[in-house]
């Protein structure tokens, strides 16, 4: 029989051996996902609305076409304005084979970098509330490039923040307006759902 002494000795240098630590997470190797369904977050100026895209790979290549609808306001105040629209986008993800730092999905799922352009068709309506009266309806016609990175970190959630230009070309569809065109910036974030095979 052991003494006191001994067992408290055993029991400390027991508790003082770390244990082996957790082994990481593996990554999610099951056939590629070709699908995903994402929500852009809402403008960080409080404007109201959503778009919702969806995108499907091309079979065999690490690049996607993606099509999108949006409901957002356009103005505030005075004004009122709702734009309704809809975008069609080309997506090139040329580091998928290498897979995605912080993803959890194995090498050839659309992550990572990619580069891409699209197109935007929307219609803005303006309304007055000084005058109590319609301003009209713009047709807006865009061209766009963007970069984005995405990642996803926890079984199928991809997380997209993403960078790039736009030209836009507006027409006044009563006719009273010249057509004017502008140039912009476009940031954001997305966040949504990989899923098929």
């Known amino acids: 029989m052991s003494d006191p002494m001994s067992v408290a000795i055993a029991l400390a240098v027991a508790s003082a051996v770390p ?46 076409w993606l099509v999108g ?10 004004y009122a304005s709702t734009r309704i629209g809809v975008t069609g986008d080309y997506r090139w993800y040329w580091r998928a084979a290498c897979g995605a730092w912080l993803s959890r999905l194995a090498a050839d799922n659309l992550v990572g970098w990619y580069v891409g352009g699209g197109v935007a068709i929307a219609f803005d309506r303006t309304y007055d509330h000084a005058d109590h009266r319609s301003l009209g309806t713009t047709l807006q016609l865009g061209l766009t490039g963007k970069v984005g990175y995405r990642i996803a970190p926890w079984r199928a959630l991809a997380i997209t923040p993403i960078a790039g230009v736009e030209v836009e070309r507006d027409l006044d569809l009563r006719g009273r307006l010249p057509a004017w065109s502008h140039a912009g910036v476009i940031v954001g974030l997305d966040v949504g759902w990989m899923f098929g095979s």
């Open 69 to 78: 609808g949006e409901l957002r306001e356009a103005a505030r105040g005075d």
């Open 19 to 64: 244990s082996a630590p957790d082994a990481p997470s593996p990554m999610i190797t099951a056939a590629p996902l070709t699908r995903s369904i994402s929500l852009e977050v809402p403008a960080l100026d409080g404007a109201r609305g959503a778009a919702v895209n969806y995108e499907r790979r091309i079979a065999g290549r690490p690049m996607s």
